[in-house]
């Protein structure tokens, strides 16, 4: 027998299968995803490999292909069905294939597991006592003591054992071999939450609820695995019909993946799933321990567990059974990896639902224009929640125009009408959420005067602000300078945002000194619960307002807040990539939805320096059918995703010059491949920041209007990169429909 097998090298011309004979003491042994260790090049060099294939016939001649050494210690294999997933990613992202495997690997060696031991007295009362006799007569206190102590209580924890009768480990064992007592030993396997199952409630669906519920299990049962989109305005009730999707399909002996989109999520929707399924429910996430991640897995082996919830790579769960994977605010950006390959956990969990033979649920209260898309094409089967599911009605929403407080003189952050609304919520003792839409701060310039937004004349982006005094379009390079005076209105208040979470508290301290106050951010929320820690004191009441930024208003039930102060909506607004108005919209739509979850109703208060954008006025309505019309008509003028494709070619390197160079000649290639003008190619250009770690970046797009021929062109471009040894200084990745310019 032979075995297919990828090195573990993350360099390009080793990214190909060698072929290794199996010895006869490693037979039966290996299995597709195994780490082996193997000799490596003409040193024999001993490396590391995954066997991806078995074959009883060879390429080449038999007396030249060299024997796989042995498995490799403490790794962990990776499970069969996941090796089918990377060899898909790989080739729909790029990379390696070594860098896919390791991608869908959620543990990457084995660790030790606990254990508990208990010692059991085998001899009964009167073989004890006699026993014990002759331990006095030899002297032997320490065995005495230990007998002693069994003959009272027969079994006994090990380590209380020892440390109350003062004996030591030799002692316990030399009995043992006596035949007088017994260890026992059980595995401890850590479940990461403390869980008590609820006796809950019985749980009333409303008939939009059962309707999803029902077009789901009538799907499952005929045999139909398909993509959902379950589109459900906030506070409609979307994690009780997942969880009762999930329940349908744990009951046919199945199991569900819950995919959230960050770890400040997890506490609150896993206290609800613990409710439903008790300890069958765990969770993965890069906030355990190497240990605790261990254990998860091995639950999930000895078939411990039904429901993983965890954040992006969670979706790597071994699951044997799989039957469903739900991912939660799928429109999320932090489902895109950022580290090659870059793949979208959306795509990626159709691919493995595909391989295995499951269900695909996508859950949003503003679907991604991708998704929506797609369920608009007839490619994912939509189904719709359009009322709260305890009847209340969404929260009144008001749009402040900044640029008019400014002319009344008024230059806080913090307009007079939701100056007003605080103070009133502070008297009524009801509880405030302040957000900070920080996303995408550091690039664009803007006039608080009249709110004019410096734009690429070409690509309809604004701008970035360079060091140097320039402004840079990261789509087509094209460049300006930065200036002085608003061009539209010729005010002095033209420049970038610099207020911050920390300034924001300090301000409002000040205003409000009565009020408590409580700032969730990423300096707050270092610790390993720093956010359940602050999200379990605002529910506790122990502080009236929570400020923070958009970790706060996503997902989060708190029924006590009746107001929702969105400070400086714009910044997401003038981001400087293509899907900002849809970023916008859905933050603002998703902090609407914080307010008002009780019976006490609640107001939102939008403050703005672009009042007429679309995306504002649509969020303020929460109207996101207008705003995905207007959204799609804008994408299909500037040829973007998902109307058209994009793929960005990420290139960097500590020359500058001979970067520069590379890009240019990459670009005259790709331009080369388009003789059927299926491609429009766009750059290179320098992205936001142009230098990290003394690496110099550059940027090339291409566009189409099928997936099909970036792929196409991502191969060829690999290969020509693999030929040419000018590129052998460079990183090289690739992108698909990115989420952001970087």
Known sequence: MYADIIIDITHEKLDKVFQYSIPSRLEGMLEVGTEVVVPFGRGNKETHGYVIAFSEKTDYDPAKIKEITGKAEESMAIEGKLVALAAWMKEHYGGTMIQALKTVLPVKKK???????????????????????????????????????????????????????????????????????????????????????????????????????????????????KTYLLYGITGSGKTEVYMEMIEQIVKMGKQAIVLIPEIALTYQTVMRFYGRFGDRVSILNSRLSPGERFDQLERIRRGKVDVMIGPRSALFT???????????????????????????????????????GASVVLGSATPSVDAYFKAKQGEYTLLELTRRAKGQNLASVYTVDMREELKKGNRSIISDRLKELIEDRLQKHQQIMLFLNRRGYAGFVSCRSCGYVVKCPHCDVSLSAHRGGKLVCHYC??????????????????????????????????????????????????????????????????ADILIGTQMIVKGHDFPEVTLVGVLAADLSLYSNDYQSAE???????????????????????????????????????????????????????????????????????????????????????????NRQKKLAIIGPTAPFIEKVNDRYR??????????????EAKDLMEQYIEMNSGFRSLRIQFDFNPMSTM
């Open 111 to 225: 660790e030790k597991i606990r254990q508990k031991r208990t010692v059991h007295l085998l001899l009964d009362e009167e073989a004890g006592k006699r026993q014990l006799d002759i331990y006095l007569h030899k002297n032997q206190k320490a065995r005495a003591r230990l007998l002693a102590g069994l003959l009272d209580q027969p079994v006994q924890e090990y380590e209380l054992l020892t440390k109350k009768l003062n004996v030591t480990g030799t002692v316990i064992r030399t009995l043992e071999e006596q035949k007088i007592l017994t260890v026992e030993y059980e595995d401890m396997l850590r479940n990461p939450v403390d869980y008590q199952k609820k006796t809950g409630k019985q749980i009333v669906y409303t008939e939009e609820q059962e309707r999803a519920i029902r077009t789901f299990v009538q799907d499952y049962q005929a045999g139909k695995r």
């Open 318 to 356: 071994p699951f044997s059974d799989l039957g469903l994977i739900v991912i939660d605010e799928e429109q999320e950006s932090a489902y895109k990896s950022e580290q090659v390959p870059r793949y979208h956990a959306r795509e990626t969990a159709v691919a493995r639902a595909t391989m295995e």
């Open 477 to 542: 390079g094209y460049e300006t300078k930065q200036m002085n005076r608003c061009p539209e209105c010729g005010s002095g208040y033209i420049g970038g945002f610099k207020a911050g979470t920390q300034q924001i508290e300090e301000l409002i301290k000040r205003m409000f000194p009565q009020a408590g106050v409580l700032r969730m951010d990423l300096d707050t929320t270092k610790s390993k619960d720093g956010h359940e820690k602050i999200l379990a004191a605002f529910a506790n009441h122990e």
């Open 583 to 673: 970023r916008t919209f859905q933050l603002l739509t998703q902090a609407a939805g914080r307010a008002g979850r009780g019976s006490a109703g609640g107001e939102v208060v939008i403050q703005t320096y672009s009042p007429e954008h679309y995306s504002i006025q649509r969020a303020a309505a929460q109207d996101y059918d207008g705003f995905y019309e207007e959204e799609i008509n804008y994408r299909s003028l500037m040829g973007y995703p998902p109307v058209h494709q994009l793929l960005a070619v990420w290139m960097s390197g500590s020359e500058e010059e001979h970067l520069k160079k590379a890009a240019g000649y990459l670009k005259e290639f790709t331009e080369r491949l």
């Open 698 to 711: 550059q940027l090339i797009y291409i566009k189409s209007e099928e997936y099909k021929f970036l792929i």
